[in-house]
T-cell receptor, first 112, second 112 residues
């Protein structure tokens, strides 16, 4: 079946630094990828939708300049959290859409 | 716009007992419905989905759900739960376009 690989699974960074999270579709081409953020014991909040070769569409309230999304190929999308702060600490999950929605295993970001 | 309501934030149940996790949706158009399971610090795994056809949908791990259009519900059921079913369960809806809209999740706690 469809597999989405997300790396890293966890990362700790210092406040003010940037962190890049990768999401790869391993055995299919994903024209659309989604990035979600999940707070502890809460649901998934859609941050943005990215289509290969075009700019991402961000949900209302999500800072485009802080959460940079690049979808340069049909198998890779990246989320870069720029100038991270402790309030950016969260669980980030990507999802790739082909005939259905396949989710990555998530990235636990902790900003100290 | 679509929305999903999962009224039960937590459902405790004993092992081998039956369980039902409730999901109600709101939409002015036809919808596709999904149930996902999330284990701690992991992504989401698809349990089952309703796209069309039979209203009773069978999924993995012995779960099933019934689409009820008149009651706008898509409740998840399992006749006999195991300890390993302890996890967070999310109901989601979309209209066939891009976004999945998630409910707030139900934590299933199975005890011996």
């Amino acid at each position: 079946g469809a597999v989405v690989s997300q790396h890293p699974s966890w990362v700790i960074c210092k406040s003010g630094t940037s962190v890049k999270i990768e999401c790869r579709s391993l055995d299919f081409q994903a024209t659309t990828m989604f990035w979600y953020r999940q707070f502890p014991k809460q649901s998934l909040m859609l941050m943005a939708t990215s289509n290969e070769g075009s700019k991402a569409t961000y949900e209302q309230g999500v800072e485009k300049d802080k959460f940079l999304i690049n979808h340069a190929s049909l198998t890779l999308s990246t989320l870069t959290v720029t100038s991270a702060h402790p309030e950016d600490s969260s669980f980030y999950i990507c999802s790739a859409r082909q005939y259905g929605y396949t989710f990555g295993s998530g990235t636990r970001l902790t900003v100290v | 716009a679509q929305s999903v309501t999962q009224l039960d934030s937590q459902v405790p149940v004993f092992e081998e007992a039956p369980v039902e996790l409730r999901c109600n949706y709101s939409s002015s158009v036809s919808v596709y419905l999904f149930w996902y399971v999330q284990y701690p610090n992991q992504g989401l795994q698809l349990l089952l989905k309703y796209l069309s056809g039979s209203t009773l949908v069978k999924g993995i791990n012995g779960f099933e759900a019934e689409f009820n259009k008149s009651q706008t519900s898509f409740h998840l059921r399992k006749p006999s739960v195991h300890i390993s079913d302890t996890a967070e369960y999310f109901c989601a809806v979309n209209t066939g376009f891009q976004k999945l809209v998630f409910g707030t999740g139900t934590r299933l706690l199975v005890s011996p």
